[in-house]
Each structure stands twice: as structure tokens, then as C-alpha cells.
């Protein structure tokens, strides 16, 4: 599955930058069947995930970025979004969407090729 990412680039602290994950290539009713989420990864560290949505619709965000960053999903045009509000310079890292957001043993994910957000201070 093709998880095509897109957004990412240099932005003051402060600023806002929303990105884009898009499966052009699956039947709806199979994008909407599983959770999708974000991860990211700075510098020297592990990547983490960021913000999910689950099938039902609930909403989940590490506490780093809880109040500032917003997911959404549009099952009809099989998009996932993040829009990130307030940013600063700790959340400079490569940012990938991810389908489902977590997995069981034995179960496959996807992950898109990742976008860079730069926060500049």
C-alpha cells in the first residue's frame, strides 16, 4: 500500500504547517477500516508516534503535542491530516503517516516515505 506523504518544510517557531498523507490507490471501504496515525522522528531519536485516529473516530495524541496539533481524516477522499499549530524546535524531525497506527504480532503496517519539518528558532 502507498502511503503518500506530503506538508513538510522550514517554519519559524510559532508557526503552523499542515501535512498530508494520501492512498490514492485503495477502495474507500478499505481505507476506513483501519486506524491511521502519524509517527515522527527527530534527530538521534526513536521515532514516535504523534497522533492517531482510530476507526471509530477517536482521536489520540502524545502529550508533547496535545493542544497544539490536530488530526483529521477524509475517508471520501482517503486522506489523513495533521495540522500543527504553535510549533517549536523540538518537534523538528521527519514526520510519517502510518496505517494501521499500531500493530498486532504477526500483522503488516504501512508507512509513507516521510516528510521533514524544520522549526526554526
Known amino acids: 500500500v502507498q502511503l503518500q506523504a506530503s506538508g513538510g518544510g522550514l517554519v519559524q517557531a510559532g508557526g503552523s504547517l499542515r501535512l498530508t498523507c494520501a492512498v490514492p490507490?485503495?477502495?474507500?471501504?478499505?481505507?476506513?477500516?483501519?486506524?491511521m496515525g502519524w509517527y515522527r522522528q527527530a534527530p538521534g531519536k526513536e521515532r514516535e508516534l504523534v497522533a492517531c485516529?482510530?476507526?471509530?473516530?477517536?482521536?489520540n495524541y502524545a502529550d508533547s503535542v496535545k493542544g497544539r496539533f490536530t488530526v483529521s481524516k477524509d475517508n471520501s477522499r482517503k486522506r489523513l491530516y495533521l495540522q500543527m499549530t504553535s510549533l517549536n524546535a523540538e518537534d523538528t524531525a521527519v514526520y510519517y503517516c502510518r496505517r494501521p497506527c499500531t500493530v498486532t504480532p504477526g500483522e503488516r503496517g504501512d508507512w509513507g516515505e516521510g516528510t521533514l519539518v524544520t522549526v526554526s528558532s
Open positions: 485516529v482510530e476507526v471509530g473516530g477517536q482521536r
Open positions: 490507490r485503495m477502495i474507500t471501504s478499505v481505507f476506513n477500516s483501519k486506524s
